[in-house]
């Protein structure tokens, strides 16, 4: 059972535009929400979180916005830059409240290409 | 500061031995969690330990283990290696377990042949 769900594996924009990679999730008791940019042989690194509480986060260039009632995130990355090809990937965690602990659900990734 | 270090990066090894992959978090993080990642799957947590106790553990077989020492190293290990086996290990540490701030390591790649 797929609790975090990207679905485009893949997505291509022109440098300067807006990046927007989408998240959707299907356990309500997740409760912070992460996204995390990964190139080949690292480690994925973090990029920005957002707490249930919230609606959006901004930092810079990247903005996550949370739609709780549709179980739905996403991540505007502008303008996009050719560095910002990577793979993205959301992340989501319960609460300690709600039994939750350090495991993060990943969803399986997309892949961002920015063409010069 | 040093960040998370995985020791092999890279590892071959043959159907049904066993391996070892180590995990040095960053200093003062007491929180460990490993991962693995395949192109089918994406990441799947595998376990998560803090203070050299296992807090949760993922949907996997009983071949794979981990245990957590007092400085706060990791190490997992699986054994009768299967094929599907092969994949990234990638081990993330955070400075305690209500915090969020996740650090990954590169991780290590484990290929069976």
């Known amino acids: 059972d797929q609790q975090v769900k990207q679905n485009s594996p893949s997505l291509s924009v022109q440098e300067g535009r807006i990046s927007i990679l989408n998240c959707d999730y299907t356990?309500?008791?997740?409760?912070?929400f992460l996204w995390y940019k990964k190139y080949p042989a690292e480690g994925p690194t973090f990029l920005i979180s957002?707490?249930?509480?919230?609606d959006k986060n901004e930092d810079g260039r990247f903005t996550v916005f949370l739609n709780k009632s549709a179980k739905h995130l996403s991540l505007h990355i502008v303008p996009s830059q050719p560095g910002d090809s990577a793979v993205y990937f959301c992340?989501?965690?319960?609460?300690?409240?709600?039994?939750?602990?350090?495991?993060?659900?990943f969803g399986k990734g997309t892949k961002l290409t920015v063409n010069p | 500061k040093a960040g998370v270090t995985q020791t092999p990066r890279y590892l071959i090894k043959t159907r049904g031995q066993q391996v070892t992959l180590s995990c040095s978090p960053i200093?003062?993080?007491?929180?460990v969690s490993w991962y693995q990642q395949t192109p089918g799957q994406g990441l799947q947590f595998l376990f998560e330990?803090?203070?050299?106790?296992?807090?949760n553990k993922g949907n996997f077989p009983g071949r794979f283990s981990g245990r957590q020492f007092s400085n706060s190293r990791s190490e997992m290990n699986v054994s009768t290696l299967e094929l599907g086996d092969s994949a990234l290990y990638l081990c993330?540490?955070?400075?305690?377990?209500?915090?969020?701030?996740?650090?990954f390591g590169s991780g290590t790649r484990l290929t069976v042949v």
């Open positions: 993330a540490s955070s400075p305690d377990v209500a915090n969020y701030g996740y650090t």
């Open positions: 356990n309500s008791m997740f409760d912070y």
């Open positions: 957002i707490s249930s509480i919230k």
């Open positions: 992340a989501a965690k319960k609460g300690l409240k709600q039994g939750g602990s350090e495991k993060l659900v």
């Open positions: 200093s003062g993080h007491r929180s």
């Open positions: 330990y803090f203070s050299e106790t296992q807090r």
